[in-house]
């Protein structure tokens, strides 16, 4: 695919800072890919994520995590020792011509290198600044640590993950992984950040946001609030299924292949679900007397519920590969889904038909590899992946010289005093 | 408050129902846009089946407290958009509207008569963002879905567990909450586009395919080192790493122990802590805090290595510890020392005793007149100009038709009662609501 012709990403012409660790790396990945020209403003040597693993060829550097690659693509990326005082310059200079500053650092530590928001918005008044931390500027709990488990726990994902009893005995709240607490922390600063845009688009003002990790998972557990609010109840943690006051049906099966099938039929059984099941059952030869005229009557059906969904869903499903499972029961129109390991999913045609797997390149290392692609499709101003991460400080000289205009000289002297 | 919201003036015609759509459309109106649910009492989904109306309370449209706290900030227009009449009146206000979204299966909306190509000839730049389960494109886009499924088939269920059992899974629809938040970004991002540029456009969102994103370090594994995730100590359960299996990344952070969820005082269902020690100097401010006792000081925990390998008397040791102290008690005296702990909270723990969320004032009430005064749940974010507020409550069912029929639309008072008596506006064969006699009035 050639750039030339490609339409610019609905975000295109929007300039971006980040100065951000694990917490907001993924939002500022999230307004690069939609366009905005994002500049990656690192500590000499790099940010401490790009010494998450896993690594390329598991060989640990600071350029091969793809931990890193996955979350800074569509980035340039410049050093800067913000605890030098020509490294503030420098930064008060980006942030004077910038429209949004993304930032991660605990409360008080850029106000305590004057590079809050009120000095760089007199020099910028449409100047949008996010911070985005684990608790928020204010509070209690403001300067407490936080790491993805301690945002689970705290948010309440974890008071809804775990176990039936019978499945692990004893078996603790379970954290999903993956790093989630800052996947959701970034959507809604990017929410916050996409809203000021469009206050600043009508009247010319930028803002300060304060944005915290804590309350966006503390608002990410569905109804379990509501649930609280308005019926004080508690609600038990349960095997792969929703959390709720008092136990439901299984909804998670073993497959044939060892994996499981998650079949939504408890409190969806009728008559016509019934007939279908039964020609799914059917069509694979399995056993049943779904047939039979009583199954016509609500209340038989109920009295049978479990029998149809702990011995013939389970035993059907237990008879065939999940995928198998998968793709028959949602022709008939069954929900239902193959639980999946996330490699399966190259696999999957219905992303392919999307074009949903990105080819990138890494020119320093003559190789491109496969990336994850977009939530969802833009029609009139594509999504795109427009450059890998950025190597530790390699876009100073065309950002700091060609665009910023520091000579050559200016420029090695900043080197040599461990400004940049 | 005089002062302007941030999409003041943003008028959303709003077709969404259940959960994920009506999260997105929850957020813009916070923000300020004017939102104009679209709902049809014959086959709404969303308000009914309703398992969060509080005790003493008949359960109806108008009672469900899940439904308040996903729909507040918008207003309800009654329309059989099935019909010629519906059909027009939707049109009409669509065309004077900024954005359509709606969480429909794939067809459905084109079905109507009110595909992207429909509405762009009744409103040229119209925002129209779709959130679907697959998605409009793909061979399984008819595939239905809710939270569950697309967590399933998306590698998300997969991620969370103990080793050797079956997934736990997420607790709860996650992909409606996240697939919702996606349909606001995607609904801002097109009316940012549409304010520089001029030019509306479809936005597909799939709730399938935006969970996938969100296993991007997994998925990058396995496309360039080539290491699927169905492996011996995969998930890790709550730590970074699952002691006696290879030393791996398991893609939740660095790979560090402490890494663990521990029982507290008084021993009760959700009375536990997580702690994290991520550096060798965190590991001994939390042996500091524990007291240094004897086992804590001996050389086999005093290096991250050693910490991980005896990983399993490690954190027995710490539980030894932590049962005797409450969860919050726990928790100010690690962070006070700068190690990294946090409370297990449940909705009641977070709603009435989390201090840092009422300091932030998460929870505010509202006022609902079926529900009474209830606190609904706030945005994560403060903008200093234009914040985000809840200012109105989830609306009645058709509570604003006649405000948005007459008001909005200019159609005159009889053809309000005309509507109302041809179906248009409320089924013939269901008993008016008193709310909806006094309109004809």
């Given amino acids: 695919m050639t750039a030339a012709h490609i339409q610019p990403g609905p975000l295109a012409g929007l300039r971006v800072l980040e100065l951000c660790d694990e917490k907001g790396q993924f939002c500022g990945k999230l307004l690069g890919d939609l366009g905005a020209a994002v500049i990656k403003i690192e500590p000499l040597g790099g940010e401490a994520t790009r010494r998450v693993g896993p690594f390329l060829d598991d060989i640990p550097h600071p350029e091969r995590s793809l931990s890193f690659w996955y979350y800074n693509t569509s980035k340039r990326g410049v050093t800067l020792n913000l605890e030098t005082a020509d490294g503030r310059r420098l930064f008060r200079r980006l942030a004077a011509t910038t429209d949004v500053v993304l930032e991660t650092f605990q409360p008080g530590y850029l106000a305590s290198r004057e590079l809050a928001y009120e000095p760089l918005c007199t020099q910028n008044p449409g100047l949008i600044m996010c911070s985005l931390t684990s608790f928020g500027q204010t509070g209690p709990w403001r300067d407490y640590l936080g790491s993805d488990l301690l945002h689970m726990a705290a948010g309440g994902e974890m008071a809804s993950c775990g176990y039936d009893e019978a499945d692990a005995p004893g078996a603790p709240p379970i954290a999903p992984g993956g790093g989630n607490a800052w996947h959701i922390g970034g959507h809604f600063a990017y929410m916050a950040i996409l809203a000021a845009l469009m206050h600043r688009a009508v009247t010319g003002q930028g803002q300060y946001i304060d944005a915290s990790i804590h309350e966006a998972c503390a608002l990410t557990t569905e109804a379990a609030v509501a649930n609280h609010i308005y019926r004080g109840e508690t609600l038990l943690r349960q095997t792969g299924r929703h959390h709720a006051p008092a136990r439901t049906p299984r909804t998670q099966f073993r497959s044939r292949d060892g994996t499981y099938v998650t079949a939504l039929v408890a409190g969806r059984l009728n008559g016509k679900y019934v007939k279908d099941l039964a020609t799914l059952l059917d069509r694979y030869g399995m056993p049943h007397d779904l047939h039979d005229p009583k199954f016509e009557d609500p209340a038989e059906i109920a009295a049978s519920a479990s029998y149809i969904i702990d011995e013939l869903v389970a035993n059907f499903i237990a008879s065939l590969p999940a995928e198998e499972v998968y793709h028959a029961a949602q022709a008939l129109g069954f929900t239902w889904g193959a639980v999946r390991a996330p490699e399966q999913l190259l696999d999957d045609a219905h992303l392919r038909d999307r074009g949903f797997w990105k080819q990138v390149e890494h020119p320093e290392l003559g190789r491109s590899f496969t990336y994850p692609g977009e939530a969802a499709i833009y029609n009139g101003s594509p999504w795109r992946i427009s450059r890998r991460a950025p190597l530790i400080g390699e876009h100073n000289m065309e950002i700091f010289c060609d665009e910023l205009g520091l000579s050559r000289a200016e420029f090695s002297l900043l080197v040599e005093n461990s400004a940049i | ?441």
């Fill in chain 2, 1 to 441: 408050m005089s002062r302007r919201r941030a999409l003041e003036g943003v008028r959303v015609v709003d077709f969404s129902w259940v959960r994920a759509g009506p999260w997105a459309t929850r957020w813009l109106g916070a923000l300020g846009a004017e939102v104009i649910k679209i709902e049809w009492p014959e086959n709404e989904r969303g308000r009914l089946p309703s398992t969060t109306t509080p005790q003493g309370l008949e359960v109806n449209f108008n009672t469900s407290g899940n439904f308040n706290d996903t729909n507040v900030n918008k207003k309800s227009l009654c329309l059989n958009v099935r019909s010629a009449r519906g059909l027009e009146i939707a049109k009409r206000l669509i065309a004077i509207s900024d954005l359509v979204v709606e969480n429909f299966s794939s067809r459905v909306l084109q079905k109507w008569g009110l595909g992207y190509a429909e509405l762009c000839k009744v409103k040229p730049d119209i925002v129209y963002v779709s959130m679907s389960g697959y998605g409009h494109t793909g061979r399984n886009h008819s595939y239905t879905t809710f939270g569950p499924i697309a967590q399933a088939v998306s590698g998300l269920t997969y991620l969370s567990g103990l080793p050797d059992k079956p997934p736990a899974g997420w607790g709860w629809s996650y992909m409606d909450d996240m697939g919702g938040i996606y349909g606001a970004m995607c609904a801002l991002t097109g009316l940012y586009h549409r304010n520089l540029t001029g030019q509306g456009q479809h936005i597909d969102q799939a709730q399938m395919v935006s969970a996938v994103p969100l296993n991007g370090p997994g998925l990058l594994d396995y496309t360039v080192n080539g290491r699927g995730s169905r492996r011996a100590g995969y998930p890790p359960g709550n730590r970074a790493h699952w002691p006696g299996t290879p030393l791996i990344n398991n893609y939740r952070g660095p790979t560090v122990a402490p890494h663990n969820a521990y029982r507290t005082h008084p021993g009760g269902y959700n009375d536990w802590c997580v702690l994290v020690c991520q550096s060798d100097a965190e590991w001994r401010r939390l042996v500091e805090v524990m007291g240094a006792p004897p086992w804590a000081t001996t050389s086999q925990f005093a290096a991250l290595s050693g910490r991980l390998q005896h990983q399993e008397q490690l954190d027995k040791h710490i539980e030894a510890w932590s049962i005797r102290l409450d969860k919050y008690e726990l928790t100010e005296r690690c962070q006070a020392a700068g190690v990294r702990a946090l409370p297990v909270q449940s909705a009641a723990d977070r709603v009435e005793r989390d201090p840092q969320l009422r300091h932030r004032q998460m929870y505010l009430p509202i006022d609902h007149p079926a529900l009474g005064s209830r606190r609904v749940q706030n945005a994560p974010f403060k903008l200093s100009r234009t914040p985000a507020f809840n200012h109105l409550p989830s609306p009645l069912i058709g509570q604003h038709t006649r405000e948005i029929v007459e008001g909005l639309l200019g159609y005159g008072h009889h053809e309000l009662r005309a509507g109302f008596a041809d179906g248009t506006f409320w089924p013939t064969s269901r008993p008016r609501l008193p709310y909806l006699d006094e309109m004809l009035r």
